[in-house]
């Protein structure tokens, strides 16, 4: 698929055993009133993108390095969130909710639904059928995240 609408976090098939379709959960989802995200500004330029993040990753490791010898839990922290990149994409994390979209084998969007969360990211969804209440139940949660449950009625 081309032109989602964020960066594909994961991928799970749904409980429906009649029409083949998963679930896939959206992380860093674009906001098209605003401006772009990290990933986005420099998704044109992969060298660069690279550059940035490892050289993040370096300074970040050396932050966290110093903060272990000296005892100081703020270099570690800030360390480690710029080490991962996390420190870059942050904002974007925070701006925007996550989201899902429900897909067919073509491709063809059936289903989306956003989050609003602690951090907006669909880091893991799931999905079972209630028997009793006729519907589809979508668990989701983030890293670090609430665990939400979602009823769909058919």
């Not at 906001?31 to 490892?54: A, H």
């Amino acid at each position: 698929m081309d032109n989602l609408p964020g960066e594909p976090e994961n991928i799970r098939r749904t409980s429906n055993k009649t029409k083949e379709s998963y679930w896939v959960g959206l992380a860093l989802t674009r906001d098209y009133n605003s401006k772009l995200s990290f990933m986005d500004d420099y998704s044109d330029e992969p060298n660069l993108r690279k550059l940035i993040l490892r050289s993040c990753f370096l300074l970040g490791t050396i932050m966290h390095s110093i903060g272990n010898c000296f005892g100081s839990e703020t270099l570690k922290t800030k360390g480690s969130s710029l080490k991962t990149g996390i420190a870059l994409i942050l904002d974007d994390f925070m701006k925007n909710p996550g989201m899902a979209i429900e897909i067919d084998r073509e491709s063809n969007v059936l289903l989306s639904f956003q989050i609003k969360d602690d951090i907006s990211v669909i880091s893991e969804i799931n999905e079972s059928y209630d028997d009793d209440i006729n519907a589809r139940i979508l668990y989701t949660t983030s890293s670090g995240g609430n665990l939400n449950r979602i009823i769909l009625k058919e």
